[in-house]
């Protein structure tokens, strides 16, 4: 099955964090046993490399058990605009940290989608990561959304570097990088999740424009009123 061959690439993923962590533990040890005047500095160096390792094993965990629990979630329909700005609440406290700007656009109206909060979040917290680490420092974010008559519209937009027409095919493939970082199954989770809420994802980028991730979800029919 999918997911078991999945298990096996994460299997291989997990070596190196892991390894790195007994080197860094075995480090420490080492300049605790033997003290220099470098000591504390060497050892503030193994547990930031600690804390950045074990941040990795933990997004592995997380990406696989939110694949394996979908078939078996409960959706509930939800205002998305409400959704939305939940989400850009956590990621504006990141953005600002590093002054970049996150502008929410357009999210009253959007109707309500039937969902799954936890597993969504998760796609909807991964695309906007993803753009925040795409931005320079004093760079601009944008989440908007907008409503068709059948479909909630959400649009994640960056500033950053465009990116290739060829690592555009390859963005949703489990474990792709383009070499200058690492993704784990980033994307290729936020497809799924959004494939199992009935949706669509599509990106786009292009030279002085940035990238854009556009995700389209089905409306629930139901008479609404509109919140500004």
């Not at 937009?157 to 949703?172: K, M």
Request: proline share 4%; aromatic share 6%; glycine share 8%.
């Amino acid at each position: 099955t999918l997911l078991g061959d999945i298990a096996g690439k994460i299997v291989h993923e997990i070596r190196n964090p892991l390894n790195a962590v007994f080197l860094h533990a075995d480090v420490m040890l080492g300049e605790l046993q033997c003290p220099t005047l470098d000591s504390r500095t060497q050892m503030m160096e193994s547990l930031t490399d600690i804390r950045m390792e074990v941040r990795r094993l933990y997004d592995i965990m997380q990406d696989y058990l939110t694949l394996a629990r979908l078939p078996v979630v409960q959706y509930e329909p939800e205002d998305m605009g409400n959704f939305l700005r939940e989400c850009g609440r956590v990621m504006q406290e990141q953005a600002r940290a590093r002054g970049i700007v996150l502008h929410l656009q357009g999210l009253a109206c959007l109707g309500s989608v039937s969902l799954h909060k936890g597993s969504l979040q998760h796609a909807f917290m991964n695309l906007l990561q993803r753009a925040l680490n795409a931005i320079p420092q004093d760079g601009t974010m944008i989440l908007r959304g907008r409503r068709t008559a059948s479909h909630s519209v959400v649009e994640i937009r960056d500033t950053g570097s465009a990116i290739s027409e060829d690592h555009l095919d390859l963005l949703f493939e489990p474990w792709y990088s383009t070499g200058s970082e690492w993704t784990g199954l980033g994307l290729y989770v936020v497809r799924e999740i959004i494939i199992a809420h009935h949706g669509t994802i599509d990106v786009q980028s292009a030279s002085s424009q940035g990238t854009t991730f556009t995700v389209m979800l089905p409306l629930v029919p139901m008479k609404e009123v509109c919140q500004t």
